[in-house]
């Protein structure tokens, strides 16, 4: 058994990243993806507790990408996500593959090479313009959020999402809980929304496989199409690299999931799987077993693996 999508405090998930391998291990994961969204700072604390419970850490980043037109002009209603593995090439974090306590490699971070890595440091620049937006539009809406106060909810700046804006506006009483938080504000069509910077999909999947990684399209039906459109997504994504298309998602039901595995098979994609982890943000999934029901095969990481350039 293996996950392959799980998130820490230093995107938007309620854990610290070494967190997340000691849930694996205790799941019974064989390997546990860290996919923090548009960064890798958590990897090194992660791999370290990973060698530790000895899992295999694969490093991964969730990137948010624009979402796909439609054949009348219009994008599609929900939102469009990529997951991407192996993000060094030939380096996989696997038990014993730190460098020995003491040794000048132990505390370095780990490192992403390839073009990727240029735009993801855009896109963490970009969010974190957002987020200071954030504070000064939630202001204007009369509801006052110290950039202070919200960083020190994630516990990293580099972390700071929406899900710690939410949290400190249910502490301030300005909403019941996380979902009135993004109803009444946060959510994409609200008061307090500002946009992000997004890379287009296939972008993604090209750079991902110019850096040696390869690109996964997460929880497919998020974005929201029928099935015919969503077949002529993957089908384009297809011809631009991806590898595969999580199929094996923590909220699906088994239906759901065989529809996907079909449509990852007419494309010649790996079928993955992934619990989408984030701790207390989402606290009926968990690491490796995602709502009770997860069980995403090991043969998976190696159909993934073989496809790295």
């Known amino acids: 058994m293996i996950d392959l999508h799980t998130h820490s405090n230093f995107s938007d998930g309620s854990e610290p990243p070494e967190r997340i391998p000691e849930l694996a291990a205790a799941a019974g994961c064989r390997a546990v993806a860290l996919t923090d969204h548009d960064g890798l700072d958590g990897l090194g604390r992660a791999a370290a507790a990973a060698a530790r419970v000895g899992i295999e850490l694969v490093p991964g980043c969730e990137v948010s990408c624009r979402k796909p037109l439609g054949p009348d002009g219009t994008r599609a209603p929900g939102s469009l996500h990529v997951l991407c593995y ?35 440091a855009h896109l963490r620049d970009d969010r974190r313009r957002r ?36 949290r400190v506006l249910v502490r301030r009483g300005a909403a019941a809980d996380i979902d009135d938080a993004f109803d009444r504000f946060l959510a994409d069509g609200r008061p307090g929304y500002v946009p992000k910077g997004r890379l287009d999909a296939g972008d993604v999947a090209r750079l991902a496989g110019n850096s040696g990684a390869v690109a996964v399209l997460a929880h497919p039906l998020s974005l929201g199409l029928e099935p015919a459109a969503l077949e002529a997504v993957v089908a384009g994504l297809a011809e631009a690299g991806l590898g595969g298309i999580e199929a094996i998602y923590g909220r699906y039901d088994p239906d759901e999931r065989r529809r996907l595995r079909r449509l ?11 619990s989408d982890f984030h701790g207390s943000f989402k606290p009926d999934l968990a690491v490796g077993t995602g709502m009770g029901d997860l069980d995403v095969p090991d043969e998976a990481l190696e159909e993934l693996r073989a496809r790295v350039a």
């Open 131 to 166: 987020n200071l937006a954030l504070v000064e539009r939630l202001a204007d809406l009369g509801v006052p959020v110290g950039w202070d106060e919200v960083v020190a909810e994630a516990g990293t700046e580099a972390g700071v999402g929406r899900p710690h804006f939410a």
């Open 86 to 120: 192996f993000l060094r090439p030939g380096y996989f974090l696997r038990p014993g593959a730190l460098p020995e306590p003491g040794s000048p490699g132990r505390q370095q971070p780990v490192a992403l090479e390839g073009p990727l890595a240029e735009e993801l």
């Open 264 to 274: 990852a098979e007419r494309h010649g994609l790996v079928a993955t799987g992934g």
